[in-house]
């Protein structure tokens, strides 16, 4: 049998990106072959991540890249399992360099993503993933992807921590009215730029309850409608960009509509990501747990 040395567990380590530990029993599997130990690890890797590929990533990070003229950027949603995970290292910079391959290389979606050399780095996307998810032992997952390119306008990004990201394509102003828009996004969570891209279903919805409500209330029929115009409107300024209330107004009044038009801007397009929206958590009772194990035993 070959000896395996430190030198050669130190090269399979850097091949692969994983575990010393890991690099030295495949080594010793191949009898010292570097290139059969890592294609051994590679197909470990392979099978680890299939087994880990049903387990919830409800945590995780965004992650935004825009390149240095301002014109194409994207935001990113990365997930895994636990929120130690989400703090490691080596998982926050995979989040990275899949926003600026996003980026850089315009994926149709995540599955052409996938196949794409990852940049500062070496194999594609996917390798990237399962190598990390051998090292760390979760499951990782690329949940979303958002990507914007622009000529005549100009890019702004805003992270709050790593669970909430804001990526804006926007005209006119400066790079302080985009940071400011993209953190009163983050903290107003708008559904979109104005009326014309809220769900209509979401709308219908506002009228009939509050044609109901009205109803209920005793108003006469011929007031149902204007009542229901009304709160359709107040609805329309409190989840459209443009109708709401800046954050940051000194007078607590100035909208944005109004903020964009005192600077000769306007909004183009925007996108925020929040860590885990829309993700059922697995909650564990541990109580409901041991009650059924002993249950099981006496029974």
Same mark, same amino acid.
């Given at each position: ?48 991540? %299939?087994?880990? &590929? ?6 995780? =990070?965004?992650? $935004?890249?825009? /390149?240095?003229?301002? !014109?194409? #950027? ?39 993503? %996938?196949?794409? &050399? ?6 594609? =996307?996917?390798? $990237?993933?399962? /190598?990390?998810?051998? !090292?760390? #032992? ?56 104005? /009326? ?104």
């Amino acid at each position: 049998m070959s000896e395996i040395t430190a030198s050669m567990v130190k090269e399979l380590r850097e091949m692969t990106g994983l575990g010393m530990m890991e690099c030295k029993k495949a080594l010793v599997e191949s009898n010292g072959d570097i290139k059969a130990a890592e294609e051994q690890m590679r197909i470990k890797s392979g099978a680890k991540a %299939s087994k880990a &590929a049903s387990r919830v990533t409800a945590e995780g =990070v965004v992650s $935004t890249f825009i /390149a240095k003229d301002g !014109k194409v #950027g994207a935001l990113v949603e990365v997930n895994c399992e636990t929120d130690f995970v989400a703090k490691n290292d080596d998982f926050v910079t995979f989040a990275k360099n899949v926003a600026e391959t996003v980026a850089k290389n315009s994926p149709a979606d995540i599955a052409a993503l %996938s196949g794409m &050399a990852i940049v500062n780095g070496s194999g594609s =996307v996917e390798e $990237t993933r399962k /190598a990390l998810i051998m !090292k760390l #032992g979760e499951n990782v997952s690329i949940r979303r992807i958002e990507r914007y390119a622009t000529t005549s306008g100009k890019l702004s990004s805003y992270l709050h921590g790593s669970k909430i990201g804001v990526l804006l394509n926007f005209t006119g102003g400066d790079d302080v009215l985009g940071r400011d828009l993209c953190m009163h996004i983050a903290a107003s969570k708008p559904k979109s730029v104005d /009326a014309s891209g809220v769900n209509p279903a979401d709308i219908e919805t506002e009228r009939r309850i509050a044609i109901e409500k009205a109803r209920e209330g005793g108003k006469p029929e011929a007031m149902l409608e204007k009542i229901a115009d009304g709160t359709v409107q107040k609805f329309l300024k409190e989840v459209t960009l443009l109708g709401q209330v800046f954050v940051k107004a000194e007078d607590g009044k100035q909208t944005i509509e109004q903020l964009l038009k005192s600077k000769g801007a306007s909004v183009t397009a925007f996108q925020m990501f929040v860590v885990g929206e829309g993700i059922e958590k697995k909650v564990e009772d541990y109580a409901a747990e041991v009650a059924a194990t002993i249950a099981a035993a006496k029974g």
